[in-house]
């Protein structure tokens, strides 16, 4: 990612591109059967507290916060990315898949053809990927103040051996080559450089070229540069496929970047660009301008927001473990189990127990969800709650009375807070919507916001349904198809599966980057800043309004459910919760009493947000885990459980 000002590989052209070079012969060969005819996704192509410890000075005077300037002009609209038609100089496709084939390395490209590739060692191939009258590779920018997508190359098991690299990366710990192995220094001595993460499954190549700097991104397979939890094996798959689906993915979300959390942040920076070139009167030419309403400044967490490792926490409780829980912010998913001795007769008396899992949970979150873009600012003394202000807020929802066959939405475990705490804006305000009276104590608040994840959104959230439809799972299908088809879309084609994993992955993966934690088996000591902390989108803080948000926007619904209805949770898991219903659908958990879909509550559907059939299971079962504190909202996700349509 590029710091403020600084230009990242690849340049923005100042002039009209050249005419394209002719285009590199290539040789069309058959797509390799799938186990489903072609489908549509071209896969070619919280009263005062006790006293608190001292925190950061207030920056600015004590007083209730003000109502922000909203975000006005375009930036306040809903933003749906399109993808750019191809350039002419990227005629070939964002990626190759390097192979031995035939005895020759061969580039296999996403949309099925193949090319020779002459290379034999790596700063060659580089040099290959770069040069537009061999071979036309990478991607548009996504957005107009960013950056076109650098090649990506991926090294399959035979092209790793070719180009004299181990077969494994021994350093499991740094991932990495040493800087003295032969490769990495012929790399360097024919002008090559490497970025400060070395050579490890993802290496990043880079050199100025007629004064510009130009890029190559390779993947290593056998290096385990496609996490197996995410791409299911897809790193022996034929070349030939493998180009396919990376190229889909690169279609239609991004040209990966290295892990999916990596992708998922780097998609977020490149949809929402920190600057952009602006013409200097002064200068006499083009500099770099921030852009408002991103993140283009680095920023710290308030004290509340970062985790107990962070020196901004470590200032004021030394110790590790020492600092409060009342002190952090802690807005994570519910994992909510209720007690066996409060489950009803009437409940017991069921048939079975089924469950909803919601769709994207973590993404549908984001979904015009302002996020804080400048630093917090701090309001020491009984500031007037503004749900409008994404940030933190010190207050006391103990008081709060629930029915104990809800969890409480206002703590991970479900349980009921025990005193104050530190609240993200979203949990305060749905306690604001369930009547209580909030009055908060203190608060840690960003003025200048704005829906910064939507663009992200809309990318996923597109790309993940585009992948469903072609697997079967459309928008407009009724309950009934749509179960059905959800109960059978995991037997299509498995590398549109394999897409739909990767990309709820790249989502959830990358909502999980805003909060990077330092590794601490790699020479870290606690208390000190560890890389991450120098990224834009270091943000704890927008982490904890997309967890708050989803959290309450799950409980509304089971409170829906509940008043409407008279159905309350088994337990839940994250983004999954079981009923007792006397059928093995669970169509009759979203009906009311007039048959009708219950407003406000669950919905059957593919878009994020909505909910799918996780599964069911006896109630006799059910209650024989319950009665040991089992969570069977984990448990049903089993595949050996009863699944139905």
């Not at 690849?10 to 394209?20: K, S």
């Not at 219950?598 to 299971?617: A, D, E, M, Y």
Request: charged share 20%; aromatic share 6%.
């Amino acid at each position: 990612m590029a710091a403020m000002g600084v230009p990242r590989c690849g340049t923005r052209p100042t002039a009209p591109p050249a005419a394209a070079p002719q285009t590199p012969t290539a040789q069309a060969v058959p797509a390799p059967a799938l186990s489903v005819p072609a489908t549509r996704v071209d896969l070619a192509a919280a009263a005062p507290a006790a006293p608190r410890p001292a925190s950061a000075p207030a920056s600015r005077p004590a007083a209730p916060p003000r109502r922000p300037a909203t975000v006005s002009g375009p930036a306040s609209r809903r933003t749906t990315t399109k993808k750019p038609a191809v350039k002419p100089e990227y005629a070939d496709g964002p990626l190759a898949v390097l192979d031995i084939t035939d005895g020759a390395l061969t580039a296999h490209l996403a949309d099925g053809r193949t090319v020779p590739c002459p290379a034999k060692t790596l700063q060659a191939l580089a040099a290959w990927a770069l040069d537009k009258k061999k071979i036309r590779l990478g991607a548009a920018k996504v957005h107009e103040n960013g950056f076109d997508q650098d090649p990506l190359l991926i090294l399959t098991t035979s092209a790793v051996a070719h180009f004299g690299l181990p077969a494994d990366l021994a350093d499991q710990e740094g991932l990495r080559l040493p800087d003295d192995h032969k490769v990495v220094k012929n790399l360097t001595k024919a002008g090559w450089k490497l970025t400060k993460s070395g050579f490890g499954p993802w290496p990043r190549i880079f050199k100025r070229l007629d004064g510009k700097r130009h890029c190559v991104q390779v993947f290593l397979t056998p290096w385990g540069a496609l996490e197996n939890r995410v791409w299911s094996g897809a790193g022996d798959l034929p070349p030939g496929d493998l180009a396919r689906m990376l190229g889909t993915y690169a279609r239609l979300v991004i040209t990966p970047r290295g892990t999916v959390a990596v992708t998922g942040e780097e998609l977020m920076t490149s949809l929402r660009p920190p600057t952009r070139a602006e013409w200097s009167d002064a200068e006499k030419k083009y500099v770099s301008a921030t852009v408002p309403h991103t993140l283009h400044t680095v920023v710290d967490p308030a004290p509340c927001e970062a985790p107990d490792e962070h020196p901004v926490v470590v200032a004021d409780y030394p110790e590790e473990g020492s600092r409060p829980a009342s002190e952090a912010l802690d807005e994570e998913a519910c994992i909510w189990v209720r007690p066996a001795d409060l489950v009803t007769d009437a409940e017991r008396a069921c048939t079975h127990v089924a469950a909803l899992d919601v769709q994207v949970a973590f993404l549908a979150a984001c979904r015009r969800l302002h996020v804080g873009t400048g630093p917090a600012i701090h309001y020491p003394r009984n500031p007037a709650f503004d749900p409008t202000l994404p940030g933190s807020w010190y207050v006391d929802l103990s008081r709060i009375e629930s029915d104990p066959r809800l969890p409480s939405p206002f703590t991970s475990s479900g349980e009921r807070p025990e005193g104050p705490g530190w609240y993200a804006t979203p949990t305060v305000a749905y306690a604001a919507e369930l009547g209580a009276d909030v009055r908060p104590m203190e608060a840690w608040v960003r003025e200048t916001h704005s829906p910064y994840l939507q663009p992200w959104y809309d990318t996923l959230r597109d790309a993940y349904l585009t992948v469903m439809a072609d697997l079967g799972v459309t928008k407009d299908l009724d309950d009934e198809a749509f179960l059905a088809a959800m109960a059978a879309y995991k037997d299509g084609d498995p590398l549109l599966v394999t897409l739909t994993n990767a990309i709820k992955a790249t989502a959830k993966s990358g909502i999980g980057k805003l909060r990077q934690r330092p590794n601490m088996g790699v020479d870290h000591v606690f208390g000190d800043p560890w890389p991450a902390l120098k990224r834009l989108t270091w943000r704890p803080d927008i982490r904890a309004m997309i967890l708050s948000k989803a959290r309450t926007n799950m409980h509304r619904k089971m409170h829906h459910l509940a008043t409407v209805a008279g159905c309350w949770p088994l337990a839940v898991n994250n983004d999954c919760v079981v009923y007792a219903t006397d059928s093995l659908s669970p169509l009759p958990l979203l009906l009311g009493p007039d048959g009708q879909p219950i407003r406000g509550g669950f919905r059957l559907g593919v878009n994020p947000g909505s909910v799918k059939h996780q599964g069911s299971q006896t109630v006799d079962w059910a209650l024989d885990l319950l009665a040991d504190g089992v969570n069977i909202a984990n448990e049903i996700k089993d595949a050996s459980l009863v699944r139905v349509a």
